[in-house]
């Protein structure tokens, strides 16, 4: 590389960088990405022969660029922050409080945006569809694309590719063929009793009793299926009654996050699910029954057998380090739905995002080993959750850009 060609790489960065920091700084909730779209699409316009459409699927942005003729390849990066009040301490930290790229969807963004510029220089054979999508986190997203006829108004897709950032060293990829990322379930359970003067219980029928009771004995359901392979998790996030210490409440509401690998082991757990919050009202001598309500479900993520192993060579060979799972995660994305819709392979890796130097080798022996995080790192959705842009928007956009070169070369 001549001295001008690192000059350009090095203002090419420090663009990104910025765009990065000004996404991280403006993060919007799911369905509401009307800044990042405008962002995204004033971006894409200003690189040479993007076609540019807005407004797909609610907030989403689609971009088309088009070569000699030959393979299509569609991209992927969702871009919707989190209800989460950051508390990295970092000088780009969001200003909008209460809500967080707590998830890293401006990595995702701003790397697609890196990938898109440098794929317009090269202006490669075959057809290159770069997909912003909304409302990841609400597992709504990919479907309002493709219910807005997203196969139909744009390239149909011979394979789509994502990536997600996560708390790995900065720049490691991990994927696996087959199931990766698990279905998810949220899951409203509300309790109905009958309210009261705290100084008399005897009068009432207590729902925060129930659903403290709930919560404690839910904990066994999972554990019922740890024979399954790639077991269920099931977690209750919220629990909600009541509104001063005298007052018994009327109602009680827990929301449960159900992560399941399998048609049978959803439907298993749902019901479960459903009859042990029926027992414990009933054993309370509850009114009426609970209402159990499943709500934002994300489908199985399932990565193409052969597809998975060429693009992870490919990353591989393009210098992104690989390293394979041995089982699927159990985080949830709606990333599939395309791929589905379109009846055509799809991949997707994790890539990380976290400064490489800070992974003593205890840590990455407990990588190998086991396949999780070392708790001192903030995960995903936590307020702490911080990737080193300098370090992983130049490996995440290497991946996206090998990825998408390797599978337009396959006429």
């Known amino acids: 590389m001549t001295t001008t060609d690192t000059a350009v790489a090095q203002a090419i960065s420090e663009h990104w960088q910025q765009v990065y920091r000004q996404l991280h ?6 369905g509401e990405e009307h800044g990042t779209a405008s962002l995204v699409a004033e971006q894409l316009r200003k690189l040479d022969g993007w076609e540019v459409t807005t407004g797909v699927g609610g ?9 000699a003729p030959g393979p299509v390849v569609w991209l992927r990066a969702d871009m919707d922050g989190l209800p989460v009040q950051e508390a990295t301490g970092l000088e780009y930290a969001s200003r909008t409080a209460g809500v967080m790229h707590a998830c890293g969807h401006d990595t995702h963004v701003t790397a697609l945006l890196g990938a898109c510029a440098q794929l317009s220089q090269d202006r490669p054979a075959g057809t290159v569809v770069a997909i912003f999508q909304p409302a990841e986190e609400t597992g709504a997203g990919a479907q309002r694309m493709v219910d807005d006829r997203v196969l139909e108004r744009f390239p149909t897709p011979g394979i789509v590719l994502g990536q997600h950032v996560a708390p790995l060293p900065a720049g490691l990829a991990i994927s696996k063929s087959g199931p990766i990322m698990a279905a ?18 005897h009068l009432a029928v207590d729902p925060l009793l129930m ?3 709930f919560v404690v004995r839910m904990q066994a359901l999972a554990a019922r299926q740890a024979a399954v392979p790639a077991s269920p998790v099931l977690v209750a996030g919220a629990l909600h009654a009541g509104t001063r210490p005298n007052i018994i409440a009327e109602t009680s509401e827990i929301l449960l996050t159900l992560r399941t690998f399998s048609d049978s082991s959803r439907a298993a757990m749902l019901d479960d699910i459903t009859r042990l919050a029926a027992s414990e009202a009933e054993g309370a001598g509850a009114p009426v029954p609970p209402e159990v309500t499943p709500y934002d479900p994300f489908p199985v993520t399932v990565n193409t057998d052969g597809a998975t192993e060429r ?16 089982h699927p995660l159990t985080g949830s994305e709606d990333f599939g739905v395309f791929g589905t819709a379109a009846r055509c392979p799809s991949v997707f890796w994790h890539i990380g995002g976290i400064d490489a130097a800070r992974f003593t080798e205890e840590d990455q022996a407990l990588m190998l080993a086991e396949h999780t995080i070392p708790p001192r790192f903030p995960s995903n959705h936590s307020p702490r959750f911080a990737p080193d842009p300098a370090q992983t928007l130049p490996a995440m956009i290497t991946a996206m850009v090998v990825a998408a070169r390797s599978e337009l070369a396959r006429a």
């Open 25 to 30: 700084e403006h993060p919007e909730l799911s």
């Open 59 to 67: 907030t989403g942005v689609v971009g088309v660029l088009r070569g």
């Open 184 to 201: 998810s379930d949220s899951i409203r359970v509300r309790f109905t009793g009958r309210g009261g003067h705290g100084s008399q219980p």
């Open 211 to 213: 659903a403290a009771n």
């Open 311 to 326: 693009i992870m060579r490919t990353l591989t060979d393009g210098g992104v380090p690989v390293m394979p799972l041995t």
